[in-house]
Nanobody, 124 residues
């Protein structure tokens, strides 16, 4: 049974930082592209950042470039998202997801497994 469990969400002031982590089990972690997505109330789920199977290639949505950093540790089956310079518009539920792909993809439809999400709230 595949499980993705996110942690690290919370309440932070604008300009602050948070680090999200996702622990994966039940899958061959290094065979999956891993991604972070988010969904704000009343909005569609959007991609945040994606990392290739070995961590050599990454994708960031335009609004996250320069502020967010995705990384993974295949030995520990974890993927992380360091979020700096947070803005109120970053408030959302953040999800970790896994895609059985050989290349980086940003479309959430390619991701087969999802975590339950962790809330990030940025106050102004």
């Amino acid at each position: 049974q595949v499980q993705l469990v996110e942690s690290g969400g919370g309440l932070v002031q604008a300009g602050g930082s948070l680090r999200l982590s996702c622990a994966a089990s039940g899958l061959t972690f290094s065979s999956y592209v891993m991604g972070w997505f988010r969904q704000a109330p009343g909005k569609e789920r959007e991609s945040v950042a994606v990392i290739s199977r070995r961590g050599r290639n990454t994708y960031y949505a335009d609004s996250m470039k320069g502020r967010f950093t995705i990384s993974r540790d295949n030995a520990k089956n974890t993927v992380s998202l360091q979020m700096n310079s947070l803005k109120p518009e970053d408030t959302a539920v953040y999800y970790c997801a896994a895609a059985p792909r050989s290349t980086v993809v940003a479309d959430p439809r390619f991701f087969d497994y999802w975590g339950q999400g962790t809330q990030v709230t940025v106050s102004s």
